[in-house]
């Protein structure tokens, strides 16, 4: 098996060694699987995100969210399963600096923040593609749905979809440098998640039945507002304010700016007896329906057909 087009040929394991990165989920256990199947010199390694024991065992009912110490022992079960070399890094203070701080400051801006594109982007691919020089390997490998080519015409690595539209996760790789793509393998690309669960049920992982997270890692109960409160204090973003429509009129109060994002249909607490189309000039245009448009420096909510 080969993982991408390497400058004309085949990434190929002669002589190659790879990091994989494995959160402790499905995706990268079967990464792992994959690469040493095809016969690449491989070790595993976790990136310690949140709390627990770096190098001790799961904490007690700790949630099985991404970077958690129930992840990595989950990931250094099935490296002891396969036989190989499993490393733990704790980059707790580079998550809180590159991805937990902005995420909150974003908030507090009247910005709504996508905090897994800064974790991929400033933990998973630039701080284990430098622990990957530090230890003198070839490759960094990820359970990430997405395919890479070298393209002979342009002499430039290509990001591709993966070959399963329902799964790709390409876009949030947007941000891969060249340098990054050459020394990048994806194993899932070409499959489809139903063909990994059983692989790694074939194989007897422990994590062959693990649910995917849909939460923010870090804030698993949906909270987002909370924790920002807890992590931050609480500001004039947590202001109780009005909700009013384009002509001023007060519908009602909300309950802190934090709590909405532009655009938001529901969760609002007004009513929208007659959602019109077509929304005027400006920027308070929407185009169809209700809607939210938050007023910066402003303790108040705007609703657009309510």
């Known amino acids: ?16 060694s790879v990091m994989a990165a494995m959160s402790g989920g499905v995706d990268s256990s079967v990464c792992a699987l994959l690469l040493q199947e095809a016969g690449f010199d491989v070790r595993g390694a976790t990136m310690v995100l949140r709390g627990g024991e770096v190098l001790g065992d799961a904490g007690e009912g700790e949630g099985s969210t ?20 499993h490393d733990a890094f704790d980059l707790r203070d580079r998550f809180d600096a590159a991805v937990v701080h902005p995420f909150c400051d974003a908030y507090l801006e009247g910005r709504t923040p996508n905090p897994c594109i800064a974790c991929n982007r400033f933990l998973k691919f630039e701080a284990l593609q430098k622990r990957r020089r530090e230890m003198g390997l070839d490759y960094v490998a990820t359970g990430h749905y997405a395919r890479r080519r070298w393209d002979e015409a342009t002499g430039r ?30 194993p899932l690309g070409e499959l489809t998640k139903d063909e990994v669960r059983e692989m790694a049920r074939a194989h007897g992982f422990v994590t062959a039945e ?36 384009r ?6 109060e909300h309950a802190g700016l934090i709590r909405y994002t532009i655009g938001q249909r529901k969760g609002i607490g007004v009513g929208a007896p007659h959602a019109r189309e077509g929304g005027g000039d400006g920027p308070s245009a929407q185009p169809r329906g209700r809607g939210v448009k938050k007023q910066q420096h402003s303790a108040r909510v705007v609703g657009w057909g309510v």
């Open 157 to 186: 690595w290509q990001l591709l979809r993966a070959s399963d539209p329902a799964k790709d996760q390409s876009y949030v790789l947007y941000h891969l440098t060249q340098d990054a793509l050459a020394h990048m393998l994806f």
């Open 66 to 85: 991404c970077g958690s110490s129930r992840d990595v022992e989950d990931a250094r079960a099935v490296c002891r399963r396969l036989d190989i070399p």
């Open 1 to 16: 098996m080969t993982f991408g087009n390497d400058r004309g040929r085949a990434a190929t394991p002669e002589a190659a």
């Open 210 to 245: 693990k649910p995917e997270s849909q939460d923010i890692c870090f804030v698993p109960d949906g909270d987002y507002a909370g924790f920002i409160e807890g992590h931050c204090g609480a500001g004039a973003a947590f202001e109780l304010g009005e909700i009013v429509n």
């Open 247 to 252: 002509e001023g009129r007060v519908l009602g």
